[in-house]
C-alpha cells in the first residue's frame, strides 16, 4: 500500500545481522525482510539473522554507510525490560558514535524513554501491559495508526470502529503490535560523508533492527498536523468507496462536503438539508512534503500526486477524473455562548458550523460526522443529531473549538418555539469570542401546555435532558425495552422523574413493553419495573421464547401503580389493539408519523364513540432525528412549573395537540381540547382556531367525524395565524383541526417524517351523555380480537418442555392469556347491543 522513492534509501546491515529472531517473544509473529514502516523503506533481516546486538562491555556494532545523508533513522529497541522494574527514565543505555569519511566523529547518546525505550512484551499474568503508554518521547514506534475498514468488521469491534483508528495496543487478548522504535537523527554535517556508524550498548543490550538515510530536507517522521483537503470526482461520488492513501502521513475518511441547499424539501434553516453536490468530499490529511498521495475508488487507482505539489499550486488536475484543493489552513480556536434574546438567559440549543467550502465543523466534543455518516442504531446516540446532510451539537449554551479563518455559517435551532437562525459570523484572530441569540416566538406553557415525546430509546437520562433542553421540550418519556438479546436502558430506571436543575425539563424512564404479534405499548409513570418488558419470542423478545403475558395485563399493571398507557404507534403491529380499546385500557394512542392509514384507523375508532387521546413520540433508535421531533403538547394545572404528573393527567384528560413543527390550538364555544360540549341537534358551534409555526404551512384542515369539512388558507409567510369557523352539529360527534408543511414538506430526519399538527378531538352530545357507533368497526373489531385470541391459544408458543411457574402465579396459564379478550368480545357485544344492533 506504501510507496517509497530514492529519496530514502535502507542500508545493508546484512554483514552485522547476528542475531536470530527468537531474541524477542513471540518470533513467528516478527515481520523481516523489506518494509515500509511510516512510508520509510527499511531492511530487516532473516530470522536465523535477524537483528545487530550491541551489548554492554562488547564489541561495538559497526554499520557501513559510505554516503551522504541528512538524516538517519533507526529502527532499535533495548533487549532488557528493566525500565519496568527500576531502571530510570533518562537514563543512557547505549550510544551511536557517526564516524566521516575525513575522521570528524559525532557521539549520540541513548537515553531511556527518549530516543529509544524497551522493546514490548506480552506481559502473562498481568492485567496491563507495562509498556503500554511507555513509549519513547522523542521516537516513534514501528506500528501506525491506520484507519478501520469503512463498511466491513466484526460485530464485535463495533464499539471500537466507532474510534475509526485502529490501535492494536487496545485488543484484548494483548497482541505485540509493534517490536522497535523508530528514531531519526539530524546530520549536522549534511554534505559529509558518512562512512560507518558505530553502536555501543551500556548497561543495556541494545537491538538495531534496520538503520535507513534520508537526502531529503525534511524531517522523516512527521510532525505536519492534519488539515482539510477537498476531492472534486468527475465520474462518481465522493462516496464510501473511495479512499486517500498517504504513504508518509495519514489521511481520515472522505467525507462530502455539507455545502447545502437549506430550504430543499423543507422551507426553513436550521433543520436540516439536501447536499448541493455529491461529487465533492473531503478529507483531513497530514503528509510529508515529499508524501504521495493516492485516490482510490475500491481497487481502481483514480490518481495521485506529491503533497509538496499541492501546498505549492493549491490546487491540482490530479487525473482526468480527480481534482485536487487546499482550502486555507488558517483557524483559530473560538468561544461562544448562546442566549435568549428576549431575556439574556443562557440557553440549550442546537448548532452547527459550515465553512465556505461546504466543510461542517462541530464544537469541541461533539461530531461532524456521526459514526462516520453511517447509520446510527443504538451508536452514538446522545449529543448530536444528524437530519440530512447536516449534523447538530446539542450545546447546553455554551460552545468552542476550531473554526477556519473568514466568513462560517452558523445555523441555530431550539425546538418549535424559537425562530431558526442561519447567519455567517466572521473568524479571525481578532475575532474570536461569539454571543449568539435566539428568539422565542411561541410560548405554548403561557397557553398552559407543556410539550413531552412519549417514545425515546437509548440515550442517557442526562443526555435526554440536554437534548429536550435544547429541542425546548418539557417532558422526556425514555423506555427501557428488549431487542431480542438486547436489554437496553436497564441502568436508568429510578421510579420517579428526574428533574434538571432548573427544574423545567424532567426524564422519566418508563418502558415499552412489546411483543411481536399482539402490539407494542408504552408504560409511562410506573414506579416498580413491569415484568417482562418483551413477550412471545423474536425479535422483541428471546429467540424461541414463550408468551407469558399480554398487552392488557401490562395495561393493568401500569394502571395499578398510577401509571399512563399509550399505544404505541398506533395501531401497529396491530393486534391487540381493539382489545385494549374495547375495555377501556389505553389513556391514549400515539402516532410517530403522519400517516393517512394510521390516522384513518384512529377516526374509525373515534367514529364508532371510542373518545381517545392523542400522543406523539419520536420513537427515537438512532442520531438521526432529535428528542421532540414528535411531541405532545398536553394540558397542565400549573405552567409556571413543569410537573411530569401533570402532563400525564393532561394526556389522560384529552386536552392534547400532537406535532413534529406546527403548534396548533382550538376551542369550539370557549371548550377546550378534550371536553365534551352538550349542544342541540342543529345547533351552530364556533371554533377559534389558532396556527403558530416555524414551518410554513398554507391551509388548516378541519376534520369531522373523519372528514375534511373545511380547508382553511393561512396568508403565505404567515407564522401566526386566527381564524374562527362555524360547524353545524346535527348528531353526536367529534370536531379536531389539522394542518400540514406546506408543499407536503418533511423533515430530513431518518424516516422523512411530514411535517404536521394535529389536536385530539372536541366532542359534541346532542341528548346528554355522549355516544357514537359505527357498527361495521365494532363488528370488525370482534374479528381482531377474535384473530389475536386465535393467535394465542392456536399459534403463539406457550408449549414450555417442562413445569413452567409465571410470573402471574395462576394455575391456567392459557385461561390467563386470553381473559382480556373474552373481557373485550363482551364489551364490544355490549356496545352493539346497546346501540340496538343484533349482538
Not at 493549491?314 to 455562548?337: F, H, I, N, Q, Y
Not at 435544547?470 to 423506555?479: G, K, M, S, T, Y
Amino acid at each position: 500500500m506504501h510507496t517509497t522513492t530514492v529519496e530514502y534509501e535502507p542500508i545493508d546491515l546484512t554483514p552485522v545481522f547476528t542475531a536470530p529472531a527468537d531474541i524477542m517473544e513471540d518470533p513467528l509473529e516478527i515481520t523481516l525482510g523489506q518494509r515500509s514502516l511510516h512510508g520509510l523503506p527499511f531492511s530487516f533481516g532473516t530470522p536465523d539473522a535477524a537483528f545487530a546486538l550491541a551489548a554492554p562491555g562488547g564489541e561495538p556494532v559497526t554499520a557501513p554507510v559510505n554516503d551522504e545523508a541528512r538524516w538517519l533513522v533507526f529502527a532499535h529497541a533495548v533487549l532488557e525490560p528493566d525500565l519496568f522494574e527500576g531502571g530510570s527514565i533518562g537514563e543512557t543505555v547505549g550510544a551511536y558514535r557517526v564516524v566521516f569519511d575525513d575522521g570528524e566523529t559525532v557521539d549520540v547518546p541513548l537515553r531511556q524513554r527518549f530516543e529509544i525505550g524497551p522493546t514490548p512484551r506480552k506481559w502473562s499474568g498481568r492485567a496491563l501491559p507495562l509498556d503500554w503508554g511507555q513509549t519513547p518521547f522523542l521516537a516513534v514506534n514501528d506500528a501506525e495508526h491506520e484507519l478501520m475498514d469503512r463498511t466491513c468488521g466484526r460485530y464485535d469491534e463495533a464499539g471500537a470502529r466507532l474510534v475509526e483508528i485502529e490501535d492494536p495496543q487496545s485488543r484484548v487478548p494483548y497482541v505485540l503490535p509493534y517490536r522497535f522504535y523508530l528514531w531519526a537523527w539530524q546530520n549536522p554535517r549534511p554534505d559529509a560523508r558518512i562512512e560507518r556508524v558505530e553502536l555501543r550498548g551500556e548497561r543495556h543490550t541494545i537491538v538495531l533492527g534496520a538503520l535507513t538515510r534520508s537526502l531529503l530536507d525534511e524531517e522523516p517522521l512527521i510532525r505536519e498536523v492534519a488539515r482539510e483537503t477537498l476531492f472534486t470526482f468527475a465520474d462518481g461520488e465522493a462516496d464510501e468507496t473511495v479512499s486517500i492513501e498517504v504513504d508518509r502521513g495519514s489521511s481520515t475518511y472522505l467525507y462530502k462536503v455539507a455545502r447545502s441547499q437549506p430550504h430543499a424539501g423543507l422551507d426553513v434553516s436550521s433543520w436540516g438539508g439536501t447536499r448541493e453536490r455529491d461529487d465533492i468530499g473531503y478529507a483531513r490529511i497530514a503528509a510529508a512534503p515529499s508524501a504521495t498521495v493516492t485516490v482510490r475508488r475500491g481497487a481502481e487507482t483514480l490518481g495521485s500526486f506529491r503533497w509538496r505539489d499541492l501546498v505549492e499550486h493549491g490546487e491540482l488536475a490530479v487525473s482526468a477524473s480527480v481534482t485536487a484543493k487546499l482550502p486555507s489552513a488558517d483557524r483559530t480556536w473560538v468561544t461562544g455562548e448562546v442566549r435568549d434574546a428576549d431575556t439574556g438567559e443562557l440557553v440549550a440549543c442546537r448548532i452547527r458550523f459550515e465553512s465556505a467550502d461546504g466543510i461542517p465543523f462541530a464544537p469541541y466534543a461533539h461530531h461532524a460526522h456521526i459514526n462516520s455518516d453511517g447509520g446510527t442504531w443504538n451508536l452514538d446516540i446522545g449529543g448530536d443529531v444528524r437530519l440530512g446532510a447536516h449534523t447538530y451539537a446539542f450545546i447546553d449554551g455554551r460552545f468552542e473549538g476550531w473554526l477556519p479563518d473568514g466568513e462560517v455559517t452558523v445555523e441555530l435551532a431550539r425546538g418549535f418555539t424559537y425562530r431558526p437562525v442561519r447567519r455567517t459570523i466572521t473568524v479571525g484572530p481578532d475575532s474570536t469570542r461569539f454571543t449568539l441569540e435566539v428568539q422565542r416566538e411561541f410560548d405554548p406553557l403561557a397557553r398552559g401546555y407543556a410539550g413531552g415525546d412519549t417514545h425515546v430509546h437509548f440515550v442517557s437520562t442526562k443526555g435526554a435532558e440536554l437534548e429536550a433542553r435544547a429541542e425546548d421540550l418539557e417532558v422526556v418519556n425514555l423506555l427501557q425495552t428488549q431487542w431480542g438479546h438486547l436489554f437496553t436502558s436497564t441502568e436508568e430506571f429510578s421510579g420517579r422523574p428526574e428533574q434538571s436543575p432548573d427544574g423545567r425539563t424532567v426524564v422519566f424512564t418508563g418502558q415499552e413493553n412489546r411483543t411481536n404479534m399482539l402490539g407494542h405499548i408504552n408504560l409511562l409513570g410506573i414506579r416498580e419495573p413491569i415484568f417482562p418488558w418483551c413477550t412471545g419470542g423474536s425479535e422483541e423478545a428471546d429467540l424461541g421464547g414463550g408468551l407469558e403475558t399480554t398487552l392488557s395485563r401490562w395495561a393493568d399493571e401500569c394502571h395499578a401503580q398510577g401509571g399512563t398507557v399509550v399505544l404505541a404507534h398506533f395501531p401497529v403491529p396491530y393486534g391487540e389493539t381493539a382489545a385494549l380499546l374495547a375495555t377501556g385500557r389505553l389513556d391514549a394512542v400515539e402516532t410517530i408519523a403522519f400517516d393517512h392509514y394510521n390516522m384513518n384507523e384512529y377516526y374509525r375508532y373515534l367514529n364508532a364513540g371510542f373518545r381517545m387521546p392523542l400522543a406523539a413520540g419520536t420513537d427515537k433508535m438512532t442520531a438521526e432525528v432529535p428528542i421532540g421531533m414528535m411531541r405532545t403538547y398536553a394540558a397542565v394545572d400549573d405552567p409556571s412549573q413543569v410537573d411530569y404528573w401533570a402532563w400525564s393527567r393532561g394526556i389522560k384528560s384529552g386536552n392534547t395537540m400532537v406535532t413534529s413543527g406546527p403548534l396548533l390550538w382550538v376551542t369550539a364555544d370557549g371548550a377546550p381540547i378534550g371536553s365534551v360540549v352538550q349542544t342541540a341537534s342543529g345547533s351552530t358551534a364556533q371554533l377559534a382556531i389558532e396556527l403558530e409555526t416555524v414551518f410554513p404551512v398554507s391551509e388548516i384542515e378541519v376534520i369531522v367525524d373523519g372528514r375534511v369539512e373545511a380547508r382553511v388558507p393561512v396568508p403565505e409567510g404567515a407564522t401566526r395565524h386566527q381564524v374562527e369557523h362555524a360547524i353545524t352539529v346535527h348528531e353526536d360527534s367529534w370536531v379536531a383541526v389539522r394542518c400540514f408543511g406546506r408543499d407536503a414538506a418533511k423533515h430530513h430526519d431518518n424516516w422523512e417524517r411530514p411535517v404536521f399538527a394535529h389536536t385530539s378531538p372536541i366532542y359534541f352530545a346532542t341528548a346528554g351523555q355522549y355516544a357514537k357507533t359505527d357498527e361495521g368497526t365494532l363488528r370488525n373489531m370482534l374479528s381482531i380480537v377474535e384473530g389475536a385470541r386465535r393467535y394465542v391459544t392456536e399459534r403463539a408458543r406457550t408449549n414450555w418442555a417442562g413445569s413452567a411457574t409465571q410470573r402471574h402465579g395462576q394455575a391456567d396459564h392459557m385461561a390467563w392469556l386470553v381473559e382480556p379478550f373474552d373481557e373485550a368480545t363482551r364489551a364490544l357485544h355490549d356496545r352493539l347491543a346497546a346501540a340496538g344492533f343484533e349482538a
